[in-house]
Structure formats: structure tokens, C-alpha cells
């Protein structure tokens, strides 16, 4: 079976598609001892984001054990990750 998307660290909160992927595509991502278990809202473009849990308002977007922005919007699991939900910060370390 071929991957479809990963999360890269288990404190991260979003997932990396590794392909396109359709609206309702359901997912069952692990890292770690985390999994997520994901509906897609909305089609995820190859290699973009996409939340694996909700994320609220003026909350940090992990990727990779890293803050690389900042919610605009609250994003329900399942949700595009990108400029139209978040402001990116690159190279912020974690609190």
C-alpha cells in the first residue's frame, strides 16, 4: 500500500500530503505512540498541509517538531493548512 500523507513528529498537528488527495478521504496516521485518525474537508494538494487535530484561533501550526505559524482561523481536523488559515513564522522554536 502506497502512503498517502505523514505526520512527521508527534507533537506536530498537521500532516503532509504525499500525493493529492480528495474531499472525505479518511486517513490513519501514526507517529510515535500518537495516531490521528483524519476526514479531509476539502482536497489536500501534493506536499501541502493539512490539521490532524483542531486548532484554535492564534494557536502554533507544528510541522516537524517546529512553529512555522500561527492560526488566522479556528481549523477543524481535516483542514487545509496554508495562507488562507495561517501566518507563517519560519524558524520560531517551540516553547
Known amino acids: 500500500m502506497k502512503i498517502k500523507a505523514v505526520v512527521l513528529t508527534p507533537n506536530d498537528n ?3 500530503a504525499l500525493t493529492d488527495l ?3 478521504f479518511e486517513l490513519d496516521l501514526n507517529c ?7 476526514k479531509l ?6 506536499q501541502h498541509k ?3 487535530t483542531a486548532i484554535g484561533l492564534g494557536e502554533e501550526i507544528i ?6 505559524g500561527v492560526a488566522t482561523d479556528e481549523i ?5 493548512v496554508h495562507v488562507h488559515n495561517m ?3 519560519r524558524s520560531k522554536p517551540l516553547h
Open 14 to 16: 498537521v500532516g503532509i
Open 22 to 24: 480528495p474531499t472525505g
Open 32 to 38: 510515535g505512540a500518537h495516531s490521528f485518525q483524519v
Open 41 to 46: 474537508a476539502k482536497p489536500i494538494p501534493y
Open 50 to 52: 493539512f490539521s490532524v
Open 63 to 68: 510541522k516537524d517538531g517546529v512553529s512555522i
Open 76 to 80: 477543524q481536523a481535516g483542514r487545509h
Open 87 to 89: 501566518t507563517g513564522m
